[in-house]
């Protein structure tokens, strides 16, 4: 009997190793052939807004780079919640990308109570994509003003008379800064989308907001007025348009950033092809002109860098949000 066993034990070993080796193997043969069907770019964007519009045209570039098809998936809401936690749960083959702002991941763990998804954990970062800043325009029917200097003096003697619409965080925060080291009160209003906002701007139904770069063609209208640019130097989109601080009003540093995620337990093999047909994306022609159009800048900081890069911004983000007084919701 003591034969029989012995005789099992090696069998029991060998087979065990010979199952490693396949599946060694067949994630190596996976991961080689990736991508080999369609994959899908999971965002938190309306369907035609700017960030949308530039993860669809990095999709088409993909798709021509691949061979294979590439699809955008809009899952707005919740703060860009809802599309992040729908890719935390998806499989980590690489065929479902989350393609979001920093919002998700540098602002939501500060904002919100209850997260349903752990921000570091569940995610396996590929490569940022483009970055941009927050432009502050004004209704110039509602606020007559035409720099920051009158508009502060404006707020300050109506204090709660004035609003500002905002979509997340990343909106709201310029605002609040504002109001925290101005010294100014001012109501904010939370909107679903900047499609939806911004109309509402423009008609008159709130006085303000910070957003990108998408309203621009009301201020060369006329119907909206920018005031001031958060980046520490002027945009080259711009030029003429003063930053803060400029302005007078310092710490307004805020800005946005995209960038793409896969599944935890993607293979380190997948996330690196992912990444560099996406790098390639950025360079495209097509890309450029997106751009350009929304005002954004190519900014590809790819796999462990963009980790750390992304562990500093949480911290700084998280500094920010609480000397605004900003609560958890």
């Known amino acids: 009997m003591l034969k029989a ?6 069998r029991r070993a060998i087979s065990a190793v010979i199952a490693a080796l396949g599946a060694a193997l067949g994630a190596g043969a996976t991961a080689a052939a990736y991508p080999a069907r369609l994959i899908t770019f999971v965002v938190p964007f309306t369907a035609g807004a700017g960030p949308d519009v530039f993860v669809r045209a990095i999709a088409q570039e993909v798709a ?36 979001t702002g920093n919002v998700a991941f540098t602002g939501n763990p500060y904002t919100l109570k209850k997260l349903a998804y752990d921000p570091v954990a569940d995610f396996t970062p590929v490569t940022t994509l483009a970055k941009g800043p927050m432009y502050l325009y004004t209704n110039p029917q509602k606020l007559p003003v035409a720099n920051i200097a009158e508009l502060l003096q404006l707020i300050r003697k ?41 109309p509402d701007l423009v008609g008159g139904q709130i006085d303000m907001m910070f957003t990108d770069f998408a309203p621009w063609p009301h201020v060369a ?43 935890a337990g993607a293979s380190a093999q997948v996330a690196e ?22 005002g954004t800048f190519e900014f590809v900081v790819p ?24 609560q958890p919701e």
């Open 5 to 10: 066993v012995l005789n099992v034990a090696p």
């Open 64 to 99: 021509k780079a691949a061979g294979v098809p590439a699809i955008v998936e809009n899952r707005p809401g919740a703060g860009s919640a809802l599309a992040a936690q729908t890719v935390a749960k998806a499989r980590p083959d690489g065929y479902t990308v989350l393609v």
């Open 158 to 198: 109506n204090p709660g008379k004035y609003s500002f619409g905002y979509t997340s965080i990343t909106s709201r925060l310029p605002a609040e800064v504002l109001q925290q080291s101005m010294g100014l009160k001012i109501l904010g209003v939370p909107y679903r989308s900047g499609a939806a906002a911004v």
């Open 221 to 263: 209208s006329g119907k909206l007025r920018a005031m001031a640019v958060t980046d520490p130097k002027r945009s080259p989109y711009a030029p003429k348009l003063p930053t803060f601080d400029e302005s007078g009003v310092k710490g307004m540093n805020i800005g946005f950033w995209l960038a793409a995620y896969l599944p």
């Open 273 to 294: 092809q992912l990444q560099g047909l996406l790098a390639k994306a950025v360079r495209t022609s097509g890309v450029k002109s997106v751009y350009q159009a929304t």
């Open 303 to 326: 796999g462990a860098e963009m980790a750390k890069f992304q562990a500093n911004e949480s911290a700084a983000w998280g500094r920010i949000i609480r000397a605004a007084g900003i």
